[in-house]
């Protein structure tokens, strides 16, 4: 009986542990998904090590924090002692490896945030190329950073910041027009500036009314804000893809202008929308 009555246990555990399994599986899969909620990268680049927010403020002096954003969006806003190594440069694989070379430690890469994938590519481009292992992705970003540790933030060249003067996504939204809107409000007295590199003007969307002006051409930049003050007419901005332009905004707001709108999308957005859609016709 005692034989007997070990079998059924036996039997009974080989029928509950493929429940067990599943069960286990379900639950790990859940931990998973919520610790991916909002980084969506990672599913992306499973391969690809990342480090935490709270992590990188406490080993920020032991590791080189890479920036791998634009220059203007560095100048713009960046964490405190970070180096600006731009992926899109040509050069990219060739400072990192130079620059681990003198520093001989964890180089972590950064970006805009939970959206950007330039943390996770910068990685896989210095394993491949620069042939540095030894890296992590910040993927929370610039912003999550500044919001929590604003001392250790540079916005517009100042430090530490406040983070009132961080600019929502709400308030970014409110300047944004689609191109229909922007094409209307542009023929009607506004100041239309093209902020894109020179090298992407190949396709002009007001060919001969817009005004054409680098990102990091400060003069250029306040003699049309100046304009658009002095006449009270709004700036049409339009950017490549509707990215830069966020960042033209905190500039816009430290000159005190407020009757400003931007193309969403840029103009990518501009030129793929059906023409009958924007003139009606």
């Given at each position: 009986?005692?034989t007997?009555?070990?079998?059924?246990n036996?039997?009974?555990?080989i029928k509950i542990?493929?429940?067990?399994?599943?069960?286990?599986?379900?639950?790990?899969?859940?931990?998973n998904?919520?610790?991916?909620?909002?980084?969506?990268?990672r599913?992306?680049?499973?391969?690809?090590p990342f480090?935490?927010?709270?992590?990188?403020y406490k080993?920020?002096?032991?590791?080189v924090?890479?920036?791998t954003?634009?220059?203007?969006?560095?100048?713009?806003?960046?964490?405190?002692?970070?180096?600006?190594?731009?992926i899109?440069?040509?050069?990219f694989?060739?400072?990192?490896?130079k620059?681990?070379?003198q520093?001989?430690?964890?180089?972590?890469?950064?970006?805009?945030?939970?959206e950007?994938?330039?943390?996770?590519?910068?990685?896989?481009?210095?394993?491949?190329?620069?042939?540095?292992?030894?890296?992590?992705a910040?993927d929370?970003?610039?912003?999550?950073?500044a919001?929590?540790?604003?001392?250790?933030?540079?916005?517009?060249?100042?430090?530490?910041?406040k983070?009132?003067?961080?600019?929502?996504?709400?308030?970014?939204?409110?300047?944004?027009?689609?191109?229909?809107?922007?094409?209307?409000?542009?023929?009607?007295?506004?100041?239309?500036?093209?902020?894109?590199?020179?090298?992407?003007r190949t396709?002009?969307?007001?060919?001969?009314?817009?005004?054409?002006?680098?990102?990091?051409?400060?003069?250029?930049?306040?003699?049309?804000i100046?304009?658009?003050?002095a006449?009270?007419?709004?700036l049409?901005?339009?950017d490549?893809?509707?990215?830069q332009?966020r960042?033209?905004?905190?500039?816009?707001?430290?000159?005190?202008?407020?009757?400003?709108?931007?193309?969403?999308?840029?103009a990518?957005?501009?030129f793929e929308?059906?023409?009958?859609?924007?003139?009606?016709?």
């Amino acid at each position: 009986m005692q034989t007997y009555g070990c079998h059924l246990n036996k039997m009974r555990y080989i029928k509950i542990l493929p429940i067990l399994v599943i069960l286990l599986s379900s639950m790990s899969f859940s931990v998973n998904a919520i610790e991916e909620e909002g980084f969506p990268g990672r599913a992306k680049y499973p391969s690809v090590p990342f480090i935490s927010l709270q992590d990188l403020y406490k080993k920020r002096n032991d590791v080189v924090i890479v920036d791998t954003r634009s220059k203007y969006e560095h100048s713009t806003l960046h964490i405190k002692n970070s180096i600006n190594i731009p992926i899109s440069g040509l050069d990219f694989s060739s400072q990192i490896r130079k620059l681990y070379k003198q520093k001989k430690k964890t180089i972590v890469f950064y970006c805009n945030g939970h959206e950007c994938t330039k943390s996770y590519d910068a990685v896989i481009k210095a394993k491949r190329f620069a042939k540095v292992e030894d890296t992590l992705a910040f993927d929370a970003g610039v912003f999550d950073w500044a919001r929590k540790y604003p001392s250790e933030s540079v916005l517009l060249g100042k430090s530490p910041i406040k983070i009132t003067n961080l600019i929502s996504v709400e308030d970014f939204e409110k300047h944004l027009l689609k191109p229909k809107a922007f094409l209307e409000r542009s023929n009607n007295k506004c100041i239309i500036l093209d902020v894109r590199d020179s090298a992407q003007r190949t396709d002009r969307i007001f060919a001969g009314y817009e005004q054409s002006v680098d990102l990091d051409d400060t003069i250029g930049i306040d003699k049309y804000i100046n304009e658009a003050i002095a006449t009270k007419q709004p700036l049409c901005i339009y950017d490549a893809v509707g990215e830069q332009v966020r960042w033209l905004q905190y500039y816009l707001k430290q000159k005190n202008l407020k009757n400003y709108f931007f193309l969403d999308g840029g103009a990518k957005a501009f030129f793929e929308t059906p023409y009958k859609e924007l003139y009606g016709s």
